[in-house]
């Protein structure tokens, strides 16, 4: 995965609805359901289950589908960053704390996003533990 | 082998959802009937936990179970994108209001099918063929009249409580 992002072409935040799968490696079933998953429970980032389960699911994985990176986190991604940029308060922060350590890693890997609309990430927040 | 979960709520939203978990697991993984999770906290519709992986969304798991990723119909697009709002309205008036494409030329078991059947149900079950049916209903008509559908359908009824529509005075 190291040499994946290594040699990934980091997509213009623009240019998302442009990506395919052909930009990644091949899913398992189980990767591709996860993926199918994400990608409509993005659209409907109005109801808190939605963003709970993205983040209950990143408590386990580096990208949306597992330990690979798909389409699926470009979709997802495009989605969440307007939302999780107005997260400022320490609950919302520890609530979605591994939507915002994914948020972080896609737009430092595989998406260029310009300077003033990047989620700022402050390593400093003092996030209560979490009960899970 | 995984174990599928009902939707416990008294929507047709989960009407829709128990169908199309109910008609996938008929069609495509007999072994396992869908069941009421006893962890009243879980919402996971979907779990396998030798291999720790669970779902949540029904469109997912029809997916999954049937192997089959596509939408080259777009009747699924269709689905999350017109009918998914009407059902999370819980209102069978709204579904019968959109104008559904007859997406398909026959009734076939895939997972487009499952899923567009199971969302526009509350709207067409009631639905009775004439000369002047739509070719939507006559096609939802055809995929009820499957065996591993009716099936599907009877063991979904007996697993949702649907709320009684208010009175509207």
């Known amino acids: 995965m190291a040499d994946f992002i290594t040699n ?16 990644f490696a091949d899913l398992t079933n189980e990767q591709k359901a996860l993926s199918s998953q994400f990608q409509t429970l993005s659209a409907r980032l109005d109801e808190p289950e939605s963003l709970e389960s993205l983040n209950s699911n990143l408590r386990t994985k580096t990208f949306v589908a597992g330990n690979v990176a798909s389409k699926a986190d470009l979709v997802v991604f495009e989605k969440v960053l307007p939302v999780a940029s107005k997260w400022t308060a320490v609950e919302d922060l520890a609530k979605y704390r591994h939507i915002i350590r994914w948020v972080d890693l896609i737009q430092n890997t595989l998406v260029e996003v310009p300077e003033g609309d990047k989620l700022k990430v402050n390593n400093d927040v003092e996030l209560p533990r979490e009960v899970k | 082998m995984s174990a599928l979960y009902a939707s416990k709520k008294s929507t047709l939203e989960a009407l829709a959802t128990n169908l199309k ?51 080259a119909s777009g009747a699924i697009a269709f689905e999350e994108s017109q009918l998914y709002p009407a059902l999370k309205a819980n209102s069978a008036d709204k579904i019968s209001q959109i104008a559904t494409p007859a997406y398909f030329e026959k009734a076939e078991i895939t997972a487009a099918q499952i899923i567009l059947f199971s969302a526009l149900y509350p709207a067409l079950k009631d639905s009775k063929s004439t000369s002047e049916t739509t070719e939507i209903a006559k096609w939802f008509q055809d995929f009820a009249s499957i065996e591993v559908v009716q099936s599907g359908i009877k063991h979904a009824l007996s697993i949702t409580t649907l709320e009684r529509p208010k009175a509207v005075n």
């Open chain 2, 21 to 71: 978990l109910s008609i996938a697991s008929s069609a495509f993984q007999k072994q396992v009937s869908v069941s009421v999770n006893e962890d009243a906290d879980s919402t996971a519709l979907l779990v396998d936990k030798k291999a720790g992986f669970e779902l949540s969304e029904p469109n997912a798991v029809v997916k999954y179970l049937s192997s089959d990723f596509t939408d």
């Open chain 1, 8 to 23: 990934f072409s980091k997509l213009s935040f623009a240019d998302i609805s442009k990506a395919d799968d052909s930009h």
